[in-house]
């Protein structure tokens, strides 16, 4: 999934760099270069969902941006996982329109 999403971005004209944890995440961020906007799912590997990676990018990193996606919704599949306020969820299964609208709404862009 990582690599048909990351591919769909990178048509859509956005510089891509892919990882698979939150802890990966982290680490590029850490690295010192600019990312805009993290796009990440909430149920994640390892001890930190998306919604922890979400708030930790809010507190270290306010200036860039979130979007998380799942294919549970909050009733039914995430069970504990509580969503930080103003996080935007797209939900599974998404069109490219619907990724392109969401991402746009994230980073304040007017429509392509």
């Known amino acids: 999934m990582r690599s048909t999403v990351s591919a769909k971005l990178r048509r859509m004209g956005y510089n891509v760099t892919a990882v698979i944890t939150p802890a990966e995440a982290i680490a590029n961020l850490q690295s010192g270069q600019k990312f805009v906007l993290v796009f990440t799912d909430i149920i994640m590997p390892g001890p930190m969902n998306g919604a922890d990676l979400a708030r930790e990018i809010a507190k270290r990193w306010p200036e860039t941006k979130v979007l998380a ?43 392509r």
Do not use: D, I, R, W
């Open 69 to 111: 996606t799942s294919g549970y919704t909050e009733s039914a599949g995430f069970g504990k996982v509580a969503l930080p306020p103003g996080l935007k969820l797209l939900p599974k299964p998404y069109a490219n329109t619907e990724l392109a609208a969401a991402l746009q709404e994230v980073l304040g862009e007017p429509s």
